[in-house]
């Protein structure tokens, strides 16, 4: 399940506190306006109602006979009242027009010639209406039909602008969500900020705590964590470069001597020359060893990146190799923008790896291509098995499948500093089986463009 | 640690050389004991004629009564540092100056190449290569000519190939052998570039070589043939190729 982000749970949250609250508020209003002004009108109807019905009661207590029409077209009632009479279980009207008498309810009728003035309302042809009953005398009962149609339309506009008001009001709320989400995301945001520019190098980032108050604890506990962090780097640094020293120093002496014992060699007896020989190896071996151990203990620091003409690089790794610079096709662009040193390490011990494992380099091809650039080192070998290709750029594994790849040169960390520079570069290490048999290994460098 | 004793020459008779070369002097500064005198029987095995001294006031000393051809000097020395030796060194003296060092940190690097150092090497160095730069160097310290052109001009600059020297109005500029020879190579192109690789292929005869090297030292011939170093008229940098200088 996605979960919505922070921010669009408090402008959600916003918005429908904010709707939730103006509805009610709406709803409470609508019902008291309704109310007070369906009461007041009804208490006018009424009043009206028995006035009318006093005039025609007196109408009719004046006369024997009275002419009922013209006592109801005497009442002046305005537009929206019409007045009826019923009479001995004849309907009475101002006009001949008796349709109104439809508006009247049966209920309400009885409860009429029960004696009890009522009123009701009712929906006639449509509109709300108001029937007053008023019985006059026995069999006698004034009725009075009073439209609501004005007041419904002032309700119906009065549900409009509520309704419009309740809608601008959650919008409101939203923004104001909106605006809280960012003034709460923002010291979030400060802190992915600094995480961010410590990640990439800045180890001098830091929050200030005078900034948020409120967020005092954060501050702290996330500074003092960038400290012990940057603490530990430096002293691992600092490690590094102390035992490098240490090494090299000492690696200095033995090499040198080394030289001085293999220089010497034709003048010592045949036991020693070969001992002596065994520590040149061994000494030449522990100094590579002690190289590309330094080199993987920095090959986490980001590539320096510069315009390098990588195949004048690989025919000079070739050069030095003895290997024949006619294996290096490139094409594309000559120019790649790569760490020159760490390629020239990549191409080095790719190259070494073909030697050793490989039966020798027999091409090197460089592509550049929408900005990736690929570096294919193929060699005639045994190829890799399956279950190797998964571990061969792990450190320390040397051909442990097969016995024929189990050599005593190299370090075992060739492979693994060609896989952290491609890291370095954002980029991948990968052994694939060379068509026609070998291996070809493959490194792609993505943004070799400048 | 407790270091014996240790009895130089006596116990190591250098081989007879194969070279046919003039004997090559070779001063070596280095404190640790044991790398100096493994440093001086490797190279002596190779045919220079080597003093080893564990300061660098007696480096400065030596170097000052009987001048060697090149000089290898530890960084991390008691007294007087590397850098501060360099530049001492530098002020009376344009021999080649070749750093040995276990630090490889770029600060290091720059720093020692800035002080006047002519090469930066990482311990360990094998003798081999320690040989090839020791030869590189004296070749360009002894082939300066590359033509018998009297003299360039580059606006107000003089060099003169063959004399070794470089004058600007007229005035002499003190450079080292390196800086004449990077001098010399980029004003045999006169307004064309050369990479940085080329730089280094034709001036330290190296293959592949570290960039920084190039940079230090068109860095350090700025401050001597430019009036501002910061917005350079004749070496001029372009920009993801290398250097020219031009008129």
């Known amino acids: 399940m996605i979960r919505a982000g922070l921010r669009a749970r408090v402008i959600a949250g916003f918005a429908a506190g904010a709707l939730a609250l103006s509805a009610t508020m709406a709803f409470a209003s609508y019902e008291i306006v309704r109310h007070s002004l369906l009461g007041e009108r009804e208490s006018t109807a009424i009043r009206a109602a028995y006035y009318d019905a006093a005039v025609i009661r007196a109408g009719i207590v004046a006369t024997a006979d009275p002419d009922l029409v013209a006592l109801l077209r005497a009442l002046d009632t305005g537009e929206n009242r019409r007045a009826l009479l019923h009479r001995d279980g004849e309907w009475f009207a101002r006009s001949a027009d008796l349709g109104t008498t439809s508006a009247v309810p049966a209920a309400l009728q009885e409860q009429a010639r029960s004696g009890r003035a009522s009123v009701q309302r009712v929906r006639a042809d449509g509109a709300p209406t108001l029937v007053v009953a008023v019985p006059i005398a026995t069999d006698t009962v004034f009725y009075e039909v009073d439209s609501l149609a004005e007041l419904d339309h002032t309700l119906r506009v009065l549900t409009i602008v509520l309704t419009a008001v309740a809608i601008a009001t959650a919008l409101a709320g939203a923004g104001l969500g909106l605006y809280a989400s960012r003034y709460v995301m923002r010291p979030l945001v400060r802190v992915a900020q600094a995480a961010q520019d410590i990640a990439t190098g800045a180890s001098d980032a830091r929050l200030d705590p005078a900034q948020e108050p409120d967020l005092g604890r954060l501050t702290s506990s996330f500074n003092a964590m960038v400290d012990e962090l940057s603490a530990r780097l430096e002293r691992d640094r600092r490690f590094a470069a102390d035992v490098s020293h240490e090494l090299r120093s000492p690696l200095q002496t033995l090499s040198a001597a080394a030289s001085v014992l293999t220089r010497r060699r034709a003048h010592l007896d045949e036991r020693t020359a070969t001992a002596a020989g065994l520590v040149a190896d061994e000494i030449a071996r522990f100094q590579q060893l002690v190289n590309d151990l330094i080199t993987l203990a920095r090959s986490d620091r980001a590539a320096q990146r510069a315009p390098v003409d990588v195949a004048g690089l690989a025919r000079s790794a070739c050069r030095e190799r003895g290997l024949p610079e006619s294996i290096v096709h490139a094409e594309g662009e000559p120019s790649w923008t790569v760490d020159r040193r760490r390629i020239g390490q990549v191409l080095g011990n790719l190259l070494d790896n073909a030697t050793a494992y490989g039966g020798g380099a027999v091409a090197i091809r460089l592509t550049l291509d929408d900005g990736l650039g690929r570096i294919e080192v193929d060699d005639e070998g045994p190829g890799v098995s399956p279950e190797d290709k998964a571990e061969i750029f792990d450190r320390f594994v040397r051909g442990r499948a097969a016995g024929t790849r189990g050599g005593t040169d190299g370090t075992g960390l060739g492979l693994a500093i060609v896989a952290q520079h491609a890291l370095a570069h954002g980029g991948t290490a990968t052994v694939l089986d060379r068509p026609g048999g070998g291996a070809r290994f493959r490194v792609d460098l993505p943004g070799s463009t400048a | 640690m407790t270091v014996p004793p240790i009895r130089p020459p006596a116990l190591a008779a250098p081989l007879p050389t194969s070279h046919?070369?003039?004997?090559?002097?070779?001063?070596?500064?280095?404190?640790?004991?044991?790398?100096?005198?493994?440093?001086?029987?490797?190279?002596?095995?190779?045919?220079?004629?080597?003093?080893?001294?564990?300061?660098?006031?007696?480096?400065?000393?030596?170097?000052?009564?009987?001048?060697?051809?090149?000089?290898?000097?530890?960084?991390?020395?008691?007294?007087?540092?590397?850098?501060?030796?360099?530049?001492?060194?530098?002020?009376?003296?344009?021999?080649?100056?070749?750093?040995?060092?276990?630090?490889?940190?770029?600060?290091?690097?720059?720093?020692?190449?800035?002080?006047?150092?002519?090469?930066?090497?990482?311990?360990?160095?094998?003798?081999?290569?320690?040989?090839?730069?020791?030869?590189?160097?004296?070749?360009?310290?002894?082939?300066?000519?590359?033509?018998?052109?009297?003299?360039?001009?580059?606006?107000?600059?003089?060099?003169?190939?063959?004399?070794?020297?470089?004058?600007?109005?007229?005035?002499?500029?003190?450079?080292?052998?390196?800086?004449?020879?990077?001098?010399?190579?980029?004003?045999?192109?006169?307004?064309?570039?050369?990479?940085?690789?080329?730089?280094?292929?034709?001036?330290?005869?190296?293959?592949?070589?570290?960039?920084?090297?190039?940079?230090?030292?068109?860095?350090?011939?700025?401050?001597?043939?430019?009036?501002?170093?910061?917005?350079?008229?004749?070496?001029?940098?372009?920009?993801?190729?290398?250097?020219?200088?031009?008129?």
Not at chain 2, 45 to 56: L, M
Not at chain 2, 78 to 104: K, L, N, W, Y
Not at chain 2, 139 to 162: N, S, W, Y
């Open chain 2, 20 to 247: 046919d070369e003039v004997v090559s002097a070779v001063l070596v500064i280095e404190d640790d004991d044991r790398i100096r005198l493994s440093l001086v029987l490797a190279l002596e095995d190779e045919g220079y004629a080597v003093s080893g001294v564990p300061t660098a006031e007696e480096g400065l000393e030596l170097q000052r009564r009987s001048p060697a051809d090149t000089v290898l000097v530890d960084l991390m020395l008691p007294g007087i540092d590397g850098f501060e030796c360099i530049r001492q060194m530098r002020r009376t003296d344009d021999v080649p100056i070749v750093v040995i060092s276990a630090r490889d940190d770029t600060h290091d690097i720059v720093a020692a190449l800035e002080a006047g150092a002519d090469d930066y090497l990482v311990k360990p160095v094998a003798v081999k290569e320690l040989t090839a730069r020791l030869r590189a160097l004296r070749r360009r310290a002894r082939a300066v000519t590359p033509e018998a052109v009297p003299v360039l001009r580059f606006g107000e600059l003089e060099i003169l190939p063959e004399a070794g020297e470089v004058r600007r109005r007229g005035e002499p500029v003190a450079v080292t052998r390196t800086e004449f020879q990077l001098l010399c190579e980029l004003a045999d192109h006169p307004g064309r570039v050369l990479s940085r690789q080329q730089l280094l292929q034709r001036v330290w005869e190296y293959d592949g070589g570290d960039e920084r090297l190039v940079d230090v030292h068109v860095g350090r011939l700025r401050q001597k043939i430019e009036d501002d170093s910061a917005a350079p008229q004749h070496l001029v940098t372009v920009r993801g190729l290398g250097y020219k200088l031009q008129r």
